[in-house]
């Protein structure tokens, strides 16, 4: 699982760091938040700066009642989801790089 932080600068602009990758044994929410939890810990950040929330559509993410997002907004309520659109974007190329073979030599 990678861990990405978006946050404004000094400046005011937005800027994006990798925090960390970590390997997950399961893929439930639970256990993501978990690990989550300990790379938070690590680093000593915390949830109650969480401004936002975003990952892919998955059930196991975006469960309203037990999914990830709803243990982070249980610990924060001003941690709002919003869904990566950059996941439906890969989406996209995957399925239309497997209808059209040129396409995927491109890319």
Known sequence: MAVVLR???????A?????????????TSKYLKSAIDDLFAEYKLSFKQV?????DGA????GEFNGLQSLIM???????????????????VVAVVRKHKCIGNFF
Do not use: D, P, W
């Open 59 to 62: 059930s196991n993410m975006r």
């Open 15 to 27: 800027i994006e760091t990798l925090v960390g990758l970590t390997h997950v044994k399961e893929t």
């Open 74 to 92: 249980r610990e924060n309520s001003t941690s709002y989801y919003v869904h990566c659109f950059a996941h439906q974007l890969q989406l996209v």
């Open 51 to 55: 401004r936002g929330q975003g990952y």
């Open 7 to 13: 946050y404004v600068g000094k400046c005011g602009s």
